[in-house]
């Protein structure tokens, strides 16, 4: 393959107080990627008189997973400075955080972990019961695009990552190490719902979701060439 290669990424927005993104680009594409699809379940309760076979309740859910590589020593060697410099210092591990903190719940100042754990404190310090004066704000995973290539840009949830640490330097910084990635594309329903805490985020998630099912259902009728022509040659002649 000649030319530049495109590289996936994932990219956590934050409020402060603007959206600032924070990405997350591949360093080595994943060779293989599974993509799951998930049908909705019926609008109505089968059996009954009403229901209508082909009746959803939404959106097909859809997952990704696959696995990426990480190594310091090809970010050092590269050069490019300030990957260079934060690659000779801590290895791998600042790439390994910003995955684990697609994890955690993020919201207002003092929400989430830390809000409660503040709290906490604070009551302990001044005798008041947690919660009995002051509400925490509720906790909300971050709103995370899921990058690869041009024709996909869809919001996700990670649902789950395990890392595997396979060298480290003299301080014990991971130097390789591989993640497995597993993410849940949201749907419209959901991030409606993520409008109401956020709406600047929450349309920006929407208008991702919404780019790439419209390049989907272009690509699909794209296809409708293929098939005319497909069906004309079963056709007994």
């Known amino acids: 393959m000649s030319g530049p290669v495109l590289k996936g990424a994932l990219v956590q927005i934050t409020f402060l107080p603007v959206p600032t993104p924070n990405a997350i680009v591949f360093q080595y594409n994943p060779e293989t990627m599974t993509h799951t699809w998930t049908q909705p379940e019926p609008a109505v309760t089968a059996g009954t008189e009403q229901s209508n076979p082909l009746a959803v309740k939404g959106m097909p859910g859809e997952e990704f997973s696959f696995t990426i590589a990480m190594d310091s020593n090809d970010e050092i060697a590269d050069g490019s400075a300030p990957a260079a410099v934060i690659a000779e210092a801590s290895g791998i591990y600042s790439r390994l955080a910003a995955l684990e903190m697609l994890l955690y719940p993020t919201g207002g100042s003092q929400s989430g972990l830390t809000g409660t754990v503040t709290a906490a404190i604070t009551a302990g310090l001044t005798g008041q019961t947690p919660g009995a004066t002051r509400t925490i704000p509720q906790s909300v ?34 130097t390789h190490a591989e993640a497995q990635l597993s993410l849940r594309v949201l749907t419209p329903a959901e991030l409606f719902a993520a409008s109401t805490d956020n709406d600047v985020l929450g349309k920006l998630a929407t208008t991702a979701y919404n780019y790439t099912l419209s390049l989907r259902v272009a690509l699909a009728h794209a296809n409708l060439a293929n098939a005319a022509e497909s069906i004309i040659g079963m056709i007994p002649h």
């Not at 899921?146 to 991971?174: C, H, Q």
């Open 141 to 174: 995973m971050p709103v995370t695009l899921f990058i690869w290539g041009a024709g996909r840009v869809v919001p996700v949830r990670m649902t789950g990552l395990t890392i595997t640490e396979k060298l480290y330097d003299s301080t014990l910084n991971p």
